[in-house]
């Protein structure tokens, strides 16, 4: 069991929160995800190739799946489109918050 330090102590809901937000963060592919996409804006195809690469292969559902879920954390987004060929065009992904954490003194949760 982790001993919770007496200066967290005041209000454990806000670090429950953390908690229940970093977990579903840290856990593949969505950490692989952020990591692809710390290094700048990829589409759905370069994204999925290079989880792919990682060893990572699932259906494309899944991805969608995940990257729908970053998204409504509020840790991506969709940047706009890049239509090339004759089909559907293709989302572009970007990495919208590089921080999560929570203030000492207030106890908030903050994005960055």
Known sequence: MIEVPRWMMG???????LMMMLKPLMAEPRQSI????SKGVKGTNELYRALQERGLNMPRSTLYYHLSALEDMGIIEMTGYRE?????????????????????????IFKE
Do not use: F, Q, Y
């Open 11 to 17: 209000d454990m809901r806000n670090l429950k929160s």
């Open 34 to 37: 952020i990591k692809i996409l």
């Open 84 to 108: 090339e060929g004759g089909g559907a065009p293709e989302k572009l992904w970007k990495l919208k918050v590089r921080k999560v954490g929570i203030d000492l003194i207030t106890g908030e």
